[in-house]
């Protein structure tokens, strides 16, 4: 299996410009999470979705940030305008939830996102 | 979500084993408590969670007292490549985790 895989691994922009990050998880895994890393705030849950159904954004931090996942294999994190303070490593982890509880995420590589 | 504290820092050297300990005051009925690791430049890794007693695997044990108000993850002869930070997450049945500041463990030769 080739784990998580999120494009770009590396996104520099300038701010106020939209950027877009993608993720597609381990095929069969039901859950879907947004994670973003940040020395100053440590690994903070954006978003996750069961069933490509967003169960909970309350860590999207405010309206400029969007997630998306229009089927299984695929999601996007968008940031609209963007803003210096974006500036992070975004993790996108995926795992398989029902039955017995596990919480075994699997993370992507992350992608350093860098807002100028 | 409850509370977790554990150590800023340890070290160790290669052979040893490092035992991590983790303290959970507030943890709640149907909380399981669960241990991530990060390499520098890395996404988190799961090693190993558990809700009473002691789980073990092949990489690390479990143990969680019958109070469960605390736990200690412990790495059998470690070498320099289980340096790394190791998190200690208490989850809730909503699957939530909240990463903390975590441990950074070094292990020197």
């Known amino acids: 299996d080739a784990g998580v895989i999120q494009s770009p691994r590396h996104e520099v922009t300038e701010m106020g410009q939209e950027v877009t990050l993608r993720c597609k998880p381990i095929?069969?895994?039901?859950?879907l999470f947004w994670y973003r890393q940040t020395m100053m705030r440590g690994l903070e849950l954006l978003i996750y979705?069961?069933?490509?159904?967003?169960?909970?954004d309350s860590g999207m931090p405010e309206d400029r940030f969007s997630a998306k996942m229009p089927n299984a294999s695929f999601s996007t994190l968008k940031i609209q305008p963007s803003e210096p303070r974006d500036s992070a490593v975004y993790f996108c982890?995926?795992?398989?939830?029902?039955?017995?509880?596990?919480?075994?995420?699997?993370f992507g590589p992350g992608t350093r996102l860098t807002v100028t | 979500l409850a509370k977790t504290t554990q150590p800023i820092s340890m070290d160790s050297y290669e052979g040893q084993e490092v035992n991590i300990t983790c303290s959970h005051n507030n943890i709640a009925t149907n909380d399981y408590i669960t241990w991530y690791q990060q390499f520098p430049s890395q996404g988190p890794r799961f090693i190993i969670q558990g809700y009473k007693t002691k789980v073990t695997n092949e990489v690390a044990s479990l143990f969680i007292p019958a109070d469960r108000k605390s736990s200690t993850l412990s790495l059998p002869r470690v070498s320099l490549s289980d340096t790394a930070v190791y998190y200690c997450?208490?989850?809730?049945?909503?699957?939530?985790?909240?990463f903390g500041a975590g441990t950074t463990v070094t292990v020197r030769a």
């Open positions: 095929s069969g895994h039901n859950s």
């Open positions: 982890a995926s795992s398989l939830l029902g039955g017995e509880r596990s919480y075994e995420q699997y």
């Open positions: 997450l208490v989850a809730p049945n909503d699957y939530k985790l909240s």
């Open positions: 979705f069961n069933n490509n159904v967003p169960i909970d």
